[in-house]
């Protein structure tokens, strides 16, 4: 039986996930690498019930070392050797509209985009090459983070600047498309109608944030734009900023663009603000008696709740809100927060049903149905690949 590999790789880390193929898909193990490049990196896996298997401390000054040990210790794990082929996020690809195998001109495509994102682009070439180098004909599967957003409407990818830019590729793009991609799927699985015929608003919040507007399937804005450091505050990602601010501090402060670069992506944002954490958890821990932690979280939940009236315009109204990823899965604070004042929209909270992360957590009454459903950018990745091969069948 053929078996594919995930690979996610975000700035610091490498989150992986073997699966059978087969319909379902049947995740076998999964772990990450994480703290790559700091002191303490370490690799945890994890079996099929989600029970911790190991977690061993490595050596891993950056990704290419990293995938190496990876490969290492995959080598030596039930069910690599009938690995088919390995599927990767890759969070920008341009006006690729559908995930594709790795060649050399791909590869060379990506690394001209590395200006793009220079926190993750970099690293997630530096695993696809780490896997060419060890296995030349393992195909090997780009599954872009910026696709599901391709068909945005021409106004909500124009940045207003000099034209000649739009030409050079200075647009809104968009991100997290595969988390999106694969709530659209559960949301059809689910039955709601929307996913094919509706308007829906999706959040993804997570230590990344950002919001799509969904009309019959198909992506019509989103709060990220250029890079995924726009849209929504996050936990150290600033968000919008006024564009005049740059050269203010580059006055007033001295602040150079690489400085600059480092703060709104590693500085700002939940722990900017609160000065302690960048953790949702830990904020709201603290809000009672700390006031920066107090105006961290009301600032997120101020801007989500905009982005979603914002998108409510956009979709002229709203049928289906999906709250997903680490705060929205998991913390009914903070989607009570981010809901209240929306009953014009027709949005009603089951207050009982949001304590329990219900999957549906609106009232009956009300006309919006809100759900919370858990991503699963792997999965995602997983299928693509699936349906690549021709093994699994297509959405
Ligand atoms: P990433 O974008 O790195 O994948 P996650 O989706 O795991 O991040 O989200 C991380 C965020 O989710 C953190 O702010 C964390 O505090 C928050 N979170 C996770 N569990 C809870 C919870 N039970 N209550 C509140 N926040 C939570």
């Not at 690979?7 to 076998?28: C, D, H, M």
């Not at 990818?157 to 647009?171: C, E, I, M, S, T």
């Not at 150290?236 to 992506?265: C, H, W």
Request: aromatic content about 6%; proline content about 4%; overall charge neutral.
């Amino acid at each position: 039986m053929q078996s594919v590999l995930t690979i996610n790789g975000g700035s610091s880390s490498v989150k992986f996930a073997l699966y059978l193929v087969g319909e379902p898909l049947q995740r076998t193990l999964y772990g990450k690498i994480d703290r790559i490049g700091l002191s303490g990196t370490n690799l945890t896996s994890n079996d099929s019930t989600g029970n911790q298997r190991e977690s061993r401390s490595i050596a891993a000054s950056d990704h290419h070392s990293a995938a190496k040990v990876l490969i290492d210790w995959l080598v030596k794990q039930d069910g690599f050797a009938s690995v088919a082929a390995v599927g990767h996020r890759v969070v920008h690809g341009m006006k690729h509209l559908q995930p594709e195998f790795v060649t050399q001109d791909l590869l060379d495509e990506l690394r001209h985009l590395r200006p793009y994102d220079p926190d993750h682009l970099p690293r997630e070439i530096e695993l696809i090459e780490a896997f060419r180098q060890r296995y030349p004909k393992l195909p090997q599967l780009a599954c872009f983070d910026t696709a599901f957003h391709q068909s945005m409407p021409r106004v909500a990818k124009l940045l207003p600047l000099p034209r000649r830019f739009d030409a050079k590729g200075v647009q809104r793009y968009g991100f997290h498309g595969l988390s999106y991609a694969y709530l659209m799927e559960e949301l059809a699985r689910l039955g709601d109608p929307a996913a094919t015929t509706g308007s829906v608003i999706l959040a993804h919040l997570g230590n990344g944030a950002s919001l799509a507007a969904v009309r019959e399937g198909r992506s019509i804005d989103t709060s990220m734009g250029f890079t995924p450091t726009a849209g929504l505050v996050m936990s150290t990602r600033s968000g919008d900023l006024d564009p005049g601010l740059a050269p203010y501090l580059a006055r007033t402060e001295q602040i150079t663009s690489k400085q600059f670069y480092e703060m709104v992506n590693h500085e700002s944002g939940l722990l900017g603000v609160s000065e302690t954490s960048s953790d949702m958890r830990d904020l709201l821990a603290r809000e009672a008696d700390d006031v920066r932690a107090a105006e961290a979280v009301e600032l997120f939940c101020y801007q989500a709740k905009k982005w979603i009236g914002a998108f409510a315009a956009a979709l002229g109204g709203l049928d289906t809100l999906v709250f997903s990823a680490g705060i929205g899965e998991n913390c009914p604070a903070i989607r009570a927060r981010i809901c209240d004042g929306l009953g014009f929209l027709g949005l009603r909270l089951d207050k009982a049903q949001n304590a329990r992360n219900a999957p549906l957590i609106s009232k009956d009454t009300g006309r919006v149905a809100v759900r919370v459903i858990r991503t699963d950018e792997e999965l995602m990745i997983a299928r693509s690949v699936g349906r690549a091969l021709g093994a699994a069948p297509a959405a």
